[in-house]
């Protein structure tokens, strides 16, 4: 997964409190997104972005903020965190027209 | 509305078993479909993926995968399961905003 970062890889917050999830690629691929999984429900798509500029929702967005300011950086925004969203967050990056999908290692999130 | 479906949550098999894993999709446009693999306490690898030509398609580790059009589905397929196969598998549709089933955890019982 070179060219795909995921800071922090782990973080523990309080409810209520707020943080950002950085994800930056090296490839310059149009296409980025975020995701969560859990245990028997697979990954979810949270928010994803096809350019520069441009973003959109995902399947479960709600609590959640992106922007995409430059083709580099992604960041998710958690804007005040609940127990509901412990998770392992993956940022994923693609190319226009290109079939594979690149991951991060992923961030582990607990909500306390 | 896009989605993918897995059958099944979870499956035990002892080696040297065959193995299918259903997935079933539902989205118009171009079809892009994968699987993927996760490995206890490591991310997602890539095993195949299809998008055009002939619908089997054969991937890393032995694993191959069917399209079939008419039954929307893509299922996974390996002859002969091994231990080392025990992790997660997911089949995902879509491009850029590509959609998860929920995962099948196969375990392999040596």
């Known amino acids: 997964n070179a060219g795909v970062t995921q800071t922090p890889k782990f973080q523990v917050l309080k409810t209520g409190q707020s943080m950002t999830l950085q994800c930056a690629q090296d490839?310059?691929?149009?296409?980025m997104s975020w995701y969560r999984q859990d245990p028997g429900m697979g990954l979810r798509l949270i928010h994803y972005?096809?350019?520069?500029?441009?973003?959109d929702q995902g399947e479960v967005p709600n609590g959640y903020n992106v922007s995409r300011s430059t083709t580099e950086d992604f960041p998710l925004r958690l804007l005040s965190a609940a127990p509901s969203q412990t998770s392992v967050y993956f940022c994923?990056?693609?190319?226009?027209?290109?079939?594979?999908?690149?991951f991060g290692e992923g961030s582990w999130l607990t909500v306390v | 509305a896009q989605s993918v479906s897995q059958h099944n949550h979870h499956v035990i098999l002892s080696e040297a078993a065959s193995l299918e894993l259903g997935c079933n999709y539902s989205?118009?446009?171009?079809?892009?479909l994968f699987w993927y693999v996760q490995y206890p306490g490591q991310h997602l690898q890539l095993l195949l993926k299809?998008?055009?030509?002939?619908?089997l398609v054969k991937g890393i580790k032995g694993f191959e995968a069917e399209f079939i059009k008419s039954k929307f589905s893509f299922n996974l397929r390996k002859p002969s399961v091994q231990w080392s196969d025990t992790a997660e598998y997911f089949c995902?549709?879509?491009?850029?905003?590509?959609?998860f089933g929920a995962g099948t955890r196969l375990f392999v019982k040596a």
């Open positions: 299809y998008f055009s030509g002939d619908p």
């Open positions: 490839m310059n691929h149009e296409y």
């Open positions: 972005s096809v350019g520069a500029g441009i973003t």
């Open positions: 989205y118009g446009g171009t079809v892009n």
């Open positions: 994923a990056t693609a190319r226009q027209g290109g079939n594979t999908i690149y």
């Open positions: 995902a549709g879509g491009s850029f905003k590509t959609i």
